[in-house]
């Protein structure tokens, strides 16, 4: 078995089964379709699709399993599904839909054992433990200085983010999506010493979210901090950059990535 | 072309059924609960989310005419577990495989499990000529090896075997995006025609 490549990963906010956040495409007329979007973007070269969910409502998270259904028909690279998932039966009906993996963030803080119950029933390659986190300064309690917010972000809880990525992990997650707070949406690029600190702290792929500004950002994130992955959703959507100069970035800077080409 | 996946109970079959349709034009994919009757039907595939001890256990009735068949030519292809099924047994989980490819499935000793990604495919000299993907997804923490684990003395995972009409591919070409599809095509095209 030969070493596993750097992926790109594409992420997409749906809402009520539309994607939000701007997403432009030229030639692609309905760019809130997320079916449509995700297998653009998989035409395109990226290696993996994320959806998250961000409906409050519980017609929405009907509308995402259609969503998902209707996606799992026309796409064949991983799709990874979050936003919303409490129960081990939610976490079964987003696969019965079609997700390969299924993303879990609030609800692992308010029940870990979650973890645990979702790995044992589904097995732990299609569980993963979302993770928000914000700076602050370290202290006994927070010794790596990143405190985990839930709740999209909005709410502080006590948990240091690189003992409870080791914890998840522990406990049945078998991969982290690391968002970093302070970088998300500002296009400065990667919270590099929060991915690194996780990286070292789990034996599972770690996922590095939020900052990605430019090709550059996504490649010397990857480099410099170990992680397996880069998601990355805003310059794509609004045309800033492609999947395939990521990969070209990365390849200078002497990763190992999928060739955005070899789609055929 | 009839292809039967067999429901080993956990995970999404949806998705993989459209690939086996989307692989090659004029494949109708049924998908059966009941292993037994899977025996009778076309290209056999077995799927490939979930855990080894209760997918084996599902199996457990229709094991021996299952095998009796694929032994006696009736094509198979066996996806990640669906492959581990075709060796004899997993430390996973108790359980007998089918046991056309002698060995055993045991845990991946690589530094990040699971093995979850795209790695480089590179298929050996005497490899069919089908149209091998450049890199292919893995999602798997065990691997299947052709000979007992104690003897291994360098890393011996394999990718894919084959034995007459019988294949196991440890990886998801049904995830592996176009290059997965025209690889998935091939395969049913040379077992199942």
Redesign the interface.
Known sequence: ?????R?IVVCLDVDKGRVVKGVRFEGLRDVGDPVSLAARY?AEGA?EIVFLDVSASSEGRDTMLDVV?RT???????LTVGGGVRTVEDVGRV??????KVAINSAAIADPALLTRAAA??????IVLSIDAKREPATPELPSGYRVFSHGGRRATDLCAVAWAARGVALGA??VLLTSIDRDGSRDGYEIPLTRAVVDAV???VVASGGAGAAEHVASALRESGA??ALVAGILHDGRTTVSSIKMEAHRAGL?V??AQ??? | MRVTLLDLGVGNLHSLAKALEAARAGVTVTIETDAARAVSAGVVVLPGVGAFAPAAERLSPAREALARALVDGRPCLGICLGMQLLFESSDEGPGDGLGIFAGRVTKLATARTPHMGWSPLAASASAPAWPWPDAVYYAHSYACRAIEATDVVATTELDVVRRGNTVGCQFHPEKSSRGGLALLGAILEEIGA
């Open positions: 078995m030969s070493a596993t490549l992926r998989e290696d259904r799992a028909e026309v796409l064949f690279i991983p696969l019965r839909a079609g997700a390969d029933c589904y097995g732990a390659q299609c078998g991969e034996r599972v792929p397996d992955a190992s999928r060739s070899d789609t055929r």
